[in-house]
């Protein structure tokens, strides 16, 4: 089956640690995207990333980072810089870049120790 | 950026028709309007999505005025299943990938 895979489900992080999220698609979708979702709340954009080697920050990229070195992976690290990291986080692809729809995984639940 | 506007929650009753709007006054030329189910620790899963007027499948219909400042997602006779948070996204062309808070609705026997 086609889909995204997202590990682990959960994590867990000290203060001070770089974690890195694992996204990978067997979808040959060439978008791919993060988001994280904090209680109650909607889906906010961390990165994107358009096509292989190349990404753009979302709206909330401060204290993450991401590489595209593969079209089927998409790792995201949460660096210490990210004073709140405690979310849960979404993965998704999509067959090209906005206007499509996008098929997510299903997420990492980040807490701090 | 086209904010997106719902309803916090909706109670409905199994079989009856639900109607979500979502409200987007600064939608762009190029924007497209998705929707999308999520359920408790799960990732989002597409519903339905359009442009202009009236687009159905088998799950949904989803109806835009001419204006496009709003669009409406209906759900036919519901079941408990259906409960969930339902999200609708602008999509546009500059970068624009705006989800709302989403609507919550809860389905009663």
């Known amino acids: 089956d086609g889909g995204i895979t997202q590990s682990p489900k959960y994590l867990f992080r000290k203060e001070g640690q770089n974690v890195t999220l694992s996204c990978e698609q067997n979808l040959n979708h060439d978008a791919m995207y993060w988001y994280r979702q904090d209680p109650g709340q909607g889906l906010r954009l961390i990165y994107y990333s358009q096509i292989v080697n190349d990404f753009q920050k979302g709206d909330i990229a401060e204290g993450y980072s991401v590489s595209r070195e593969k079209k089927e992976s998409f790792p995201l690290t949460v660096t210490s810089a990210q004073k709140n990291p405690t979310a849960f986080y979404l993965c998704?692809?999509?067959?090209?870049?906005?206007?499509?729809?996008?098929?997510f995984g299903d997420g990492t639940r980040l807490s701090i120790l | 950026l086209a904010k997106t506007t719902q309803p916090i929650s909706m109670d409905s009753y199994e079989g009856q028709e639900v109607n979500i709007t979502c409200s987007h006054n600064?939608?762009?030329?190029?924007?497209?309007i998705t929707w999308y189910q999520q359920f408790p620790s799960q990732g989002p899963r597409f519903i339905i999505q359009?442009?202009?007027t009236k687009v159905t499948n088998e799950v949904a219909s989803l109806f835009i005025p001419a204006d496009r400042k709003s669009s409406t997602l209906s759900l036919p006779r519901v079941s408990l299943s259906d409960t969930a948070v339902y999200y609708c996204l602008v999509e546009g062309s500059q970068g624009n990938l705006i989800f709302g808070k989403g609507t919550k609705l809860s389905v009663k026997p």
């Open positions: 998704a692809s999509s067959i090209g870049y906005w206007e499509e729809p996008q098929h």
């Open positions: 600064n939608i762009a030329t190029n924007d497209y």
């Open positions: 359009g442009y202009k």
